[in-house]
């Protein structure tokens, strides 16, 4: 199946609170035919830079979660091309060429995978469970969307081949130690509503061995000791992301169960 009917391509943007990164972002778009940043009613100056961009499509919209976050900001795109992308990450020069020339010359694909360098404070994470990273960042969207029955960590549904991208995408995760953890914090409540959704259980021995299992495998078999302190860290938090995943599911049970019964 050929997808080149319409090469432009739509970078796509969510964003909540983003004014640190906005503008170094949107200023690199140069090859897009179309911007457009959905944001979920942010308080600082994250509107005032997009709306500074004349390029730039600015679209509030109330969040519920990643995956319909993301299709919400799919059906807006006029293109059949989608490039997704969150506020802290970067393309290098050597990608955007291969990103256009990809979408020009594919006849084969659906989507594409990306591969990541993980920045920890301006400084690569070479290991930590990140070594392996890859995403989808550029579809056709006549041809995939999220599931939602995902609510972080969102999965793309592909009806087609997919590739993956030789030059890697720059990923500035890790800026300060505190805006990680609420990160990880947030994901971990997102995966508690998943699972409760489901109908799954916090057992208290899944509680205090997922965590541990979670560290020791980052941070010895993938290697996040080689890291140094960046490493704990990350599989730290990241661990800890698990820790409030199975609290945050406690505590849903919990009011579940102290709900008066149906009249």
């Not at 090859?31 to 500074?52: G, L, R």
């Not at 594409?112 to 960042?137: P, T």
Request: glycine share 4%; hydrophobic share 40%; proline share 2%.
């Amino acid at each position: 199946m050929k997808y080149d009917y319409n090469i432009n391509i739509s970078v796509l943007i969510i964003t909540l609170n983003e004014e640190n990164q906005m503008k170094a972002l949107l200023a690199d778009l140069d090859f897009a035919a179309e911007i457009i940043v959905v944001d979920s009613f942010s308080t600082d100056s994250t509107e005032v830079i997009c709306k500074a961009f004349d390029n730039v499509k600015f679209i509030q919209n109330k969040f519920e979660n990643y995956s319909l976050q993301r299709n919400f900001a799919i059906a807006q795109a006029k293109n059949d091309w989608i490039l997704f992308l969150d506020a802290d990450e970067r393309l290098t020069p050597e990608l955007k060429k291969e990103i256009v020339g990809t979408v020009k010359n594919n006849e084969n694909y659906a989507a594409f995978l990306f591969r990541r360098i993980f920045m920890f404070e301006n400084k690569v994470l070479h290991f930590s469970g990140n070594q392996n990273d890859k995403i989808y960042r550029l579809f056709h969207k006549k041809h995939a969307e999220y599931t939602t029955d995902k609510l972080v960590h969102e999965k793309l549904k592909v009806n087609g081949n997919i590739g993956v991208l030789k030059n890697k995408l720059i990923h500035y995760s890790y800026s300060n130690y505190q805006a990680y953890k609420s990160k990880t914090t947030r994901y971990g409540k997102f995966k508690a509503q998943e699972m409760f959704m489901k109908k799954q259980k916090s057992l208290v021995l899944f509680h205090l061995l997922h965590p541990i299992y979670n560290f020791l495998f980052n941070y010895i078999v993938r290697l996040g000791f080689l890291d140094g302190e960046k490493g704990l860290i990350i599989c730290y938090l990241n661990a800890y992301s698990i820790h409030i995943r199975y609290q945050e599911l406690g505590q849903l049970w919990k009011r579940k169960l102290q709900l008066p019964p149906k009249q």
